[in-house]
T-cell receptor, first 115, second 115 residues
Framework: DAMVIQNPRYQVTQFGKPVTLSCSQTLNHNVMYWYQQKSSQAPKLLFHYYDKDFNNEADTPDNFQSRRPNTSFCFLDIRSPGLGDAAMYLC??????????????FGPGTRLLVL | AQSVTQLDSQVPVFEEAPVELRCNYSSSVSVYLFWYVQYPNQGLQLLLKYLSGSTLVESINGFEAEFNKSQTSFHLRKPSVHISDTAEYFCAVSESSGNTGKLIFGQGTTLQVKP
């Protein structure tokens, strides 16, 4: 089945130690999104890629970076995690973006714990 | 800017009873409306969406939602719930004229179906 895969499902890191979260997709979608979901809060978009074009949300901290080496993979890098970065990180894909009401397909998420 | 308010954080209900999960949105532009469901330990899945046309939209598992422009609402209903409907439900909007497909989520409503 075509799907969005996130690894690992749980990640523990230390305060200030760089960490990378991974997302892969077999849907061959053009767009990949990263959302942050803190406990009891709404998922919040951090950034997205349309093909190789990177689009950062204005309020995404500089501490968060992303890479998309090819269509299938996208990475979220947190350069110096703080305690406030502990959250569920959701990867999603869509066939295209734009004002067409495209369905986004989500992975199961990676829960990040910062010690 | 858009915002989404889900008025109930938790909705407990007995099996076979009807349920309504409330969602109100705020936007200065036309939007598309979505309901996503998240079952335990799984990613978000699209339940249904309103793009245009009939204001009543249905899902394959018996849920329906009605777009009410005057009340800026998109409440989700099901006439008879099952234990398997226990999950977290997220209402979301995206700009119909935007070019990112960005979803703005509500904080979610946990539906707890009791036997």
């Amino acid at each position: 089945d075509a799907m969005v895969i996130q690894n690992p499902r749980y990640q523990v890191t230390q305060f200030g130690k760089p960490v990378t979260l991974s997302c892969s997709q077999t849907l061959n979608h053009n767009v990949m999104y990263w959302y942050q979901q803190k406990s009891s809060q709404a998922p919040k978009l951090l950034f997205h890629y349309y093909d190789k074009d990177f689009n950062n949300e204005a309020d995404t901290p500089d501490n968060f970076q992303s890479r998309r080496p090819n269509t299938s993979f996208c990475f979220l890098d947190i350069r110096s995690p703080g305690l406030g970065d502990a959250a569920m990180y959701l990867c999603a894909t869509s066939r295209t973006s734009g004002g067409v009401g495209e369905t986004q397909y989500f992975g199961p998420g990676t829960r990040l714990l910062v010690l | 800017a858009q915002s989404v308010t889900q008025l109930d954080s938790q909705v407990p209900v007995f099996e076979e009873a009807p349920v309504e999960l409330r969602c109100n949105y705020s936007s200065s532009v036309s939007v598309y409306l979505f309901w996503y469901v998240q079952y335990p330990n799984q990613g978000l899945q699209l339940l249904l969406k309103y793009l245009s046309g009939s204001t009543l939209v249905e899902s394959i598992n018996g849920f329906e939602a009605e777009f009410n422009k005057s009340q800026t609402s998109f409440h989700l209903r099901k006439p008879s719930v099952h234990i398997s409907d226990t999950a977290e439900y997220f209402c979301a909007v995206s700009e119909s004229s935007g070019n990112t497909g960005k979803l703005i989520f509500g904080q979610g409503t946990t539906l707890q179906v009791k036997p």
